[in-house]
């Protein structure tokens, strides 16, 4: 009993400690669209504004990032920003602003690409034309180029149209700041190893109790 306790103490150890590596967790559901809405807050002061790291791209098509601002119904300035052709992963940045900003309004990107005219894909699912969330959006705490570290939040966008997409939600991905995301990363492999672990540990503790 000792002995099987004390193995695993040792693999939850370890399942902790690659947890606590990563610095976040890219979209690992690939192929499968997010159906659900991805706002974020902001938490920064009146008129601040947000600021995003652009990250990387994999997209071949021309898009571009818009941040929608749901409390008051207006863009964040300025609109179209972060074009893939353009931007540079690890240097360039982008500052979206306000007046109208306030601390609790309710954020949502929207991407366009220039290769589906018409067609404005947003993480709000509602608002997308086919009905689904094109942004996948989690924690981030990393090395982003000359930036250095940078806690923040991860938004990774897919910008093709339902019936082409291959949802790997990584065609063109930046980390903003000053947002706070309800979103939750898909628990790895050691989280769930553990806890299945922590069940047959009670399994076996009530056997022996007998």
């Known amino acids: 009993m000792r002995l099987f306790l004390l193995s695993l103490a040792s693999v939850l150890a370890a399942g902790t400690t ?19 809405s991805s706002p974020v807050t902001y938490t920064g002061a009146n008129g ?5 790291y652009f990250y990387s791209v ?24 972060l074009n893939n052709k353009v931007s540079v992963a690890g240097t360039t940045t982008v500052v979206f602003d306000s ?10 990107f929207d991407l366009y690409n220039t290769s589906f005219p018409g067609d404005t894909f947003s993480s709000n699912a509602a608002t997308s034309p086919d009905g689904d969330d094109h942004a996948y959006i989690t924690p981030f705490s990393g090395t982003i180029g000359s930036f250095g ?3 923040g939040t991860y938004v ?28 939750t990363p898909e628990p790895s492999t050691f989280a769930l190893l553990g806890t299945g672990l922590l069940a ?7 056997k022996f109790a007998r």
């Open 18 to 36: 690659a947890l606590h590596a990563d610095s976040f967790t890219p979209y690992s559901n690939v192929g499968h669209p997010i159906t659900t």
């Open 48 to 52: 601040v504004g947000i600021t995003a």
């Open 58 to 81: 994999s997209a071949s098509d021309t898009d571009t990032i818009s941040v929608f601002d749901a409390t008051t119904g207006t863009f964040l300035s300025p609109q179209g920003a």
């Open 99 to 108: 007046s109208t900003l306030h601390t609790g309004d309710t954020l949502y």
């Open 149 to 151: 570290t940078i806690t």
């Open 156 to 183: 990774g966008m897919e910008d093709l149209p339902a019936r082409v997409s291959d949802w790997d939600y990584n065609d063109d991905t930046f980390v903003i700041t000053s947002v706070d995301s309800a979103a």
């Open 200 to 206: 047959a540990a009670g399994a076996v503790r009530r």
